[in-house]
């Protein structure tokens, strides 16, 4: 007997569209598990929408007949994706290419995935599972456990692809089980590029809250008041980074979403360093340029957005202002020159030459400066904060539905940085804003 054909069809199945209306049809057959076979009403989301083509395509590619993932859909992001099953339970994932992926786990781990994840197969694995616990043991002592009737089941092929973050434990016990295993470390990443239209929706909600979230502090800064030497006050007090951050994380919250690691709002010349975060007790002040670098993920949901705003507060003085028109036009070039099919070193180059028509550099043209333009132009967003496509790719072109965060930025000693970021979908036309509703240029 054909398991799969029988995993797939055998059982009975609803056809009403209630979600938590689970048919289980049993299947005695297999050699040492009592495997349950579930067929539930769930939209296959991903197969409908023809995302899952693009890794079985990528796997066609690569030679391989199925590609197995172990975690959580907290920590890995590729199997929230693949099964749209939000939990801190390790899962095992077997997609077969061309087939439904599998859930292998057991007890109530199971249950839930019946009932709250789009996975219309599962492999019960609970007395493999009572046996680790009986045994004082964990799947990483014995992945074989698992791997071999789950295999032996489900698995027809030969090749089996990994990511990356696959346990040592089980790339160990795959190899030792005599399959040949491809670590393709990407592969993932790779099929996740692309987004479907309902992914870009829900990035488009990200990109709303974090718009909200931002505006709500520009508006905190403009209403402070300018106090002894040049510091603002807020509601009569002090105001400090730590302060907007926590009205930050609140505007967030509200939202359902949250900073996915901080957010940066890097004061006057601390934001020369890109990458500094901000410290709680750094005062805001007027007239320098204050960096707001958000980049928050749903908490449900799970996608992110990435905005950055650049704000004054008080006088702009000539340069500063020379900084903020180059920006903004480096901005828009990069956004115009954004669209499917464009070369990716294309749309960087639209960006440096419009820095260059002001004087400033970038240092990826010349890896000497170090001033000017001293970061990537931008990086996909997803799941992940930073996800292909690659702005680093010498080759390659953007194709419709990657989603980017485009963000250049000047950065001059003694004065600071000024960053504008917006979030993008490439269409076949051009490149369709995600972030709306807040002025590009912040001057308050
Ligand atoms: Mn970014």
Known sequence: MNHTESARFGGPSTTSGESTNAAVGWDTTS??????????AQPARLEELGVLEDLDRLLENEGVDAVVLQGSGFEIPDIFWLTGFLSPDTIICLHNRGEETIVATG?????????ESRIRRTYDTS??????????????????WVFEPLLRDEFNGSVIAVPNHIPASTLVAL??????????PHIFEEARAVKSDDEVKTIRKAADA?????????????????????????????????????????????????????????VGEKGYDFH?????????????????DVFPRLKDLRYVADVTRTVVRGNVDNDLRRMFDAVKEASDAAADALRDGVRIQDVNMACFRALERYGYRAKLLDPKISEGMLHGLGHGIGLNVHELPSFYAKE???????????????????????????DYVVTESGAERLTVGLEDILFV
């Open 276 to 292: 500094y975060l901000g410290r709680p007790e750094d005062p805001v002040r007027a007239d320098v340029p204050i960096i707001i």
């Open 175 to 184: 190899q030792k089980m005599g399959y040949e295993v491809r670590v393709l």
């Open 31 to 40: 050699r040492n598990t009592v495997k349950k076979t579930f067929i539930v």
């Open 107 to 115: 007890l109530n781990t199971l249950e839930r995935v019946v009932k």
């Open 210 to 266: 974090t718009i909200e979230a931002v505006s709500k502090i520009v508006e905190v800064i403009k209403d402070s008041e300018i106090g002894a030497n040049r510091r603002l006050e807020y509601e009569g007090s002090p105001l400090t980074v730590g302060r907007l951050k926590n009205m930050l994380d609140h505007t967030l919250i509200e939202k359902r979403a949250e900073s996915a690691e901080d957010a940066i709002v890097a």
């Open 396 to 422: 390659g072109t953007f194709e419709r539905g990657h989603v980017v965060a485009m963000e250049p930025g000047l950065y001059l000693k003694g004065i600071g940085g000024v960053r504008i970021e917006n």
């Open 127 to 144: 007395d493999i599972y009572v046996r680790y616990m009986v045994e004082g043991k964990r799947i990483a002592d014995a992945p074989e």
